[in-house]
């Protein structure tokens, strides 16, 4: 049996154990490990009384779960919570990222906790595995394992189960033309941006793809391209060469573009427009494209574009002379802390039909239209549940409410969230995605408003009809900013399964905002994608209400690294004033007195009061 150290298993030490694994292996040793081999510890023990005995066959992307049981045959009890918590975490490489692991996950090497609350000698669970299947068609043996929390891995408890993924068959057949190239390990990439699927084109039509990938590594990048690798065909079984796709920007017949202007250093997001041509036949296919830095793909970077030809090229002689334009990816989604649930339980109006969805992406019933639901979490049997007329559901994972179409938004009729200055406006009622989630960190369950980031910039209050406009479009641009930052890094609520809370990073009320205050709602429609860069890279764009004549040094106020967009300049409309905010970035009243007084335009704010900096339009 091996025992894990007294300490928790961070990520950190997890990386760090896989990470010297694959150093040392590298010269042909023996990998040191920080688990400490000792004899089995009977107190932690299982039999698998029930898994998969075939593989599982799904498409790509397809979700679905995996059911096994496990019985105590251990001394010990098994508990959810406490310090020797039982989980479930990836083997073989233990900590391993796995490739199915889905948002419900706790991690992508840590799949669930122990379902129930205790398990008793003798007794038996089941362990509801959500997963969802790889876009890379093969076969996949993923493999998992009990651990009782800084005590011991659970012996007997080794899963392995096979998953065949297969592109669905309709009227077409795809299969590989070029095998794939091993993956360089000293870079890694995450991709953030990526054009939508390429869809009703004519054959030999050109077209301009965007993708972003954010360097993820250890290591600055130099040299970058993007190459044709793989190409998945249709309708016959003859293959389609590279050159199919290959378009006169390229370097040469394979390799679709080379970026050489600076060098990517980890943390930073490397943008990249890239051009080919569709096939000249129709039919459907997929291209497949590889980041490389220095000529080696790189971990991560591995391009999939989904291309739709609806027609023959022309019967002409040389190029089709189709305008190409750069195809922005598709608008993010953003996940709002909206509020805590007392006693666990809260009170929704579908103001519109919604799906009832667990944590695993099931479908469990529809709430109808104008119906009031209760959902409500337990912790002491870790269980869910809705509750309206002619509904009765429980769930082992978090429950949503989907809307079946868009612009649908639900109430909260309990909640009292008010103004003063006009006693009928009420702040309780909100767009798109309802979630009731439970967080084993703070131990408390959470009001999670999941919806377009456009509508919940829409939804924030962080000013007022009267002032001018061109503030509100610079204001607004800030907003969006600071919250795609807050997604991008992931970090700041990850305990709390959200991206930003609705009161300490910004204010948001929701739909009713966004439906009183129009003139705010046409500044937000107005700059719709838009975003501030420096040196092409989405930067943090803090705000407050007014400094004392100038603005503040990101290091003044917060220490740290430096933030070149982030220094002193001078705020003269807010001299002899008493500053209300820490004074970081855009100062409100003077941005405002700009706009009134001088004509400064959005763009000419945002470049003011964040130095070096650019707004550009980033998605949809």
């Known amino acids: ?9 961070s990520s950190f030490f997890r990386k760090l154990t896989q990470v010297l694994m694959m150093a040392v292996a590298g010269f042909g040793i023996l990998a040191p490990r920080y688990d400490v081999q000792a004899a089995a510890t009977p107190a932690y023990q299982a039999k698998i009384t029930a898994s998969p005995s075939a593989p599982i066959k799904l498409a ?13 045959t251990g001394t010990t009890a098994w508990s959810k919570d406490g310090k020797t918590y039982v989980s479930m975490y990836t083997y ?35 362990f509801k595995i959500p997963v969802i299947a790889p876009t890379k068609p093969g076969t996949y043996t993923e493999v998992f394992q009990l651990a009782a929390e800084d005590t011991a891995w659970i012996k007997n408890s080794l899963t392995k189960i096979t998953f065949i993924v297969e592109k669905p068959v309709a ?9 794939s190239t091993p993956v360089a390990l000293s ?11 390429i869809e009703g084109v004519v054959g030999g039509q050109e077209v301009v793809f965007r993708v972003g990938f954010k360097n993820v590594g250890k290591t ?30 390229w370097v040469d017949g394979t390799r679709a573009r080379v970026s050489v202007e600076g060098e990517i250093a980890p943390g930073q997001l490397d943008l990249i427009d890239f051009t080919f041509r569709a096939p000249a036949r129709a039919g459907h296919y997929t291209a497949q494209f590889q980041y490389t830095v220095g000529d080696v793909p790189v971990e991560g970077g591995l391009i999939e574009i989904l291309v739709t030809v609806t027609t023959d090229a022309p019967l002409v002689s040389g190029a089709v002379g189709f305008d190409g334009q750069v195809q922005l990816p598709s608008e993010p989604r953003i996940r709002v802390g909206v509020a805590k649930v007392e006693n666990g339980s809260i009170r929704v109006r579908s103001i519109s039909d919604y799906n009832i969805v667990d944590g695993t992406g099931a479908v469990l019933g529809v709430l109808p239209a104008n119906t009031i639901a209760t959902l409500s979490y337990t912790s002491s049997t870790d269980v869910y549940a809705i509750t309206a007329p002619n509904v009765s559901l429980t769930s082992q994972t978090h429950l949503r409410l989907e809307p079946t179409a868009p612009g649908s938004y639900f109430e909260l009729p309990d909640r009292k969230d008010g103004v003063t200055w006009n006693k009928t406006l009420n702040y309780n009622t909100y767009r798109d995605t309802f979630e009731l989630r439970y967080s ?15 509508q ?66 046409a500044a937000v429609n107005a700059t719709r994608g838009q975003l501030v860069t420096y040196a092409d890279q989405v930067v943090v764009t803090p705000y407050y209400s007014r400094s004392d004549g100038r603005t503040r040094d990101w290091t003044e106020v917060w220490g740290g690294k430096a933030k070149p967009w982030l220094v002193s300049v001078t705020a003269q409309y807010d001299k002899g004033k008493t500053m209300w905010g820490h004074g970081v970035g855009m100062s409100a009243t003077d941005a405002m007195a700009r706009a009134k007084n001088e004509g400064f335009t959005y763009q000419q704010l945002l470049q003011y009061y964040y130095t070096g900096t650019t707004v550009q339009t980033r998605y949809q």
């Not at 084993?440 to 456009?454: G, Q, Y």
């Open 92 to 126: 073989e490489p233990k900590y391993r990222d796995s490739i199915f692991a889905t948002p419900a996950w706790i991690s992508p090497d840590q799949v669930m906790r122990l379902p129930s609350a205790t398990v008793k000698k003798s007794a038996s669970v089941t």
């Open 187 to 197: 870079h890694a990439a995450r991709r953030l941006i990526q054009s939508a699927p």
């Open 456 to 521: 919940y910039v829409a939804g924030v209050a962080e000013t007022s009809e009267e002032v001018p406009v061109e503030f509100q479009k610079a204001l607004m641009i800030a907003v969006r900013t600071y919250a795609y930052t807050a997604m991008d890094a992931g970090t700041k609520h990850k305990d709390r399964n959200y991206d930003v809370d609705a009161t300490y990073d910004q204010v948001y009320k929701g739909y009713a905002r966004e439906q009183y205050f129009k003139k705010v709602t």
């Open 220 to 249: 600055t990048w130099q040299t970058r391209a993007v190459q044709s690798v793989v190409t998945h065909l249709a309708e016959d079984s003859t293959s389609t060469p590279v050159s199919a796709f290959a378009h006169s920007s």
């Open 171 to 179: 009227t077409t057949t795809l299969r590989s033309v070029v095998t």
């Open 1 to 9: 049996m091996e025992f894990k150290p007294a300490f928790a298993p």
């Open 60 to 72: 790509p992307g397809e979700k679905t779960t995996v059911a096994v049981t496990y019985q105590n």
């Open 440 to 454: 084993v960190a703070n131990k408390m369950t959470w009001f999670i408003n999941e919806l377009p980031i456009e």
